[in-house]
């Protein structure tokens, strides 16, 4: 902070709602659903906003296509530049079907709040168009307070499916990217008033199984017995899968220095479980809850198509029946070589059963030292007046250890979400609070950086 | 046959082609999708019209009322009458939903067809609503000729989910359904060449297991290992039921003459296998087939509701899910007794998991001796020129078990429909072969009884 006056921050901090929120609303209502849930062409207006948007505070911004939907990418100079910092975001959200929304997913509605100032709703609010315009803001008004650095922004349009073509912008503008550091903000806080530093990803393998055994549904009474049940032998396949082993193979356990480091986090059972809205909870043991979501694997059901489940009785053995599944990997798990596992272990189990894999990612472990964690650690400190805390995050950011391996640049993250915003859940929202935080850490991250 | 001229009932059963189409597309057009499925209103025009057909060939016909939807009751007299039978059908359908439909279910549709006269297609055609005509125009065609019998039609509505008011319609008709005996046609022969008397129905147990772990669906990777999946869960508790003997308490084997009797069925399972559009069984010896449907209890998995079915992608712990499923039960085994077993064996696997019980019905064993039975054989014979055997049926019918006890009547089973047909399946049809063999059978049957 050594270049900046921090009182003349904070105050233009203050004074960014206005912005913050008019252009949060912009890339709210663009119902930038990740590909293969709905139209791709939804996508690009996003991105055609997000080019705009970067060019209007003096950026040189462009879109660069990919063999699937394409990324913004943006960098905002400072004419004498000591340093360049890439920061990541995404403009895809996910899919936001279903009843629980308590208003239209892809309007825009800013509520006051007691505590947080104001709640910002809609599909993506916090994950990831909020975090991604903290970082805009911070930028705009570090370099233009002195701060000597180049921010170049990179927003792709398919981190909910994996980043399956996220290569395609690492190889197109290798220079471009060539930074001395990333950040990445998509992650979360353990609590609402607990500042932490993501050290680590889980990774994830996405795959579906399918089963047909019929060409057409059947009367349960004259085949049941002899018609092969498509969804009763998805459901023992799943329970196989479950108790089976393979997907454990590779995890690298914590050490103490940091289970020590979790114990510290003020990680709430109670506030994790109301966040969710979850009733129930396979542990309720702090420890055993960061373990079971940081650092070990598992293993989903997303949902199971097929069949009959509407109103009342239909007495079939259904024809076929699909099954949307994944793991969550830890350090040090390979997705390919659990792919090639669970491909075997299905052939064997059952092998009419046809395994499409889909997305995969790596796991990722971040550094938790050096310059750049020490300016996201002070800036972290300086806005919310406490001392954030490391723990890991349960999800995955496919691009991240993409980044890391290809570019040969650490990855490092700055988190403003919260478990309360609902991170993939219906009703998602960011906060003003959350915002003023990620617009004054990284406006101090970047004078830091460019000093 | 001896009061009657069978060259001439011939005749007039082969004239009856056009009677046949007319009604049956009436009824087919007319949508009665069982209770519970659709709106319940949609069963009444069905009842009415059944009614309006009966009194138009001079039958006292009247609606009964229920707990549930009504019933049809109908009274076609001889002045002398003789004796007195009960036929009994239902005008209830399956729902029939989704895209496997070649045509619109609810619009009948007639083709010429080389081997069967004419196929007509719709929702209910093969079952019940084209049997049940053939009961009535043979018993038409029979009085009219001077077969001093009466024969009292019963066409219920709720076949399909059990006959749970079916009671109701004995109770408030006990005296009109007081009868020498109950033909029921509502069964199939096991190949489309071989007639057939079935001996036995299976019985069933449908239920509903419903799961809810959150308020709302979760991120798999923020809370993926502490919160629980319902799906998963459900899945690993049907597959702990599937692999429980709870539901085979009760199974009375075959003897050895009925064995014998099934080995003389001309069982095909290549024409099973192509009937039903079966890619793959689970066993494809023809007595293990026959055991397997008509002999052994099953756990059938219908649909699991819950979680994401869409396209692409979305990472979540569902909130909630539900599994329908159903036993079907054999002789002699005691719905009731099973129920309370599924109730006891779920709250101690899983006690979150709330069972809500559907319909059940007992299973039946028809005699396979007397006047009736006697009667049926010989009107088949005549009508198809080949011997009928003796097979069960894997399917239930609720009210079968319930005439049996609540009136102390014998139900015989006088089958029509052929596994080609599609029972519950898309693309349902009947044909006017067998409703040639059906309107014949009954006649001769009716002949023969008032005789």
Partial sequence: MSALDAAGLDDEVEQSEAWFRSHLRTLVELPTVSPGATDDRDILPGVIAAKELLASIGADAEIVGTRGTPAMVARLRHPDARAHVVVYNHVDVQPADGSAWTSDPFEF?????????????????????????????????????????????????????????????????????????????????????QPAISTGLRGALHATLRLRTAGKEAHSGLVGGVARNPIKELCKLANDIENSDFWHSGVCAPDEDEIASFLAAGFDPDYFMHAHDLHHVTTRDPLEM??????????????????????GTKTIVPEAAEL???????????????????????????????????????????????????????????????????????????????????????????????????????????????????????ARVFATLGS
């Fill in 324 to 442: 949307k599944c994944s793991f969550r990997l830890v350090p040090d798990q390979d997705p390919m070589a659990i792919a090639d596992s669970l491909v075997a272990f299905v052939r064997k189990a059952n092998p009419e059963v046809e395994v499409a894999l889909g997305g995969s990612f790596r796991p990722y472990r971040a550094a938790t030292t050096g310059i750049v964690h020490n300016a996201i650690f002070d800036a972290l400190h300086a806005t919310t007046g406490r001392c954030p805390v490391t723990v890991r995050e349960g999800g995955s950011i496919g691009a991240v250890p993409m980044i890391a391996r290809e570019l040969g640049i650490p990855v490092h993250f700055l988190p403003l979400s919260l478990p309360d915003h609902g991170y993939h859940a219906p009703n998602e929202y960011f906060d003003w609070r959350q915002a003023r935080i990620g617009i004054g850490s990284f």
């Fill in 109 to 193: 509605l800013a509520e006051a709040h007691p505590e947080r100032g104001y709640l910002y709703r809609g599909r993506g609010a916090t994950d990831d168009k909020g975090p991604a315009l903290c970082a805009v803001r911070g930028a705009k008004i570090a370099i233009d307070r002195g701060a000597r650095i180049d921010v170049t922004f990179v927003w792709e349009s398919e981190e909910e499916v994996g980043s399956p073509h996220f290569i395609d912008v690492i190889n197109a503008r290798k220079e471009a990217l060539s930074a001395d550091a990333v950040i990445v903000s998509d992650t979360i806080w353990p609590t609402a008033d």
């Fill in 290 to 311: 960061m373990l079971r979501i940081w650092t070990r694997p598992t293993f989903e059901l997303h949902g199971i198509a097929g069949g009959y489940q509407g109103r």
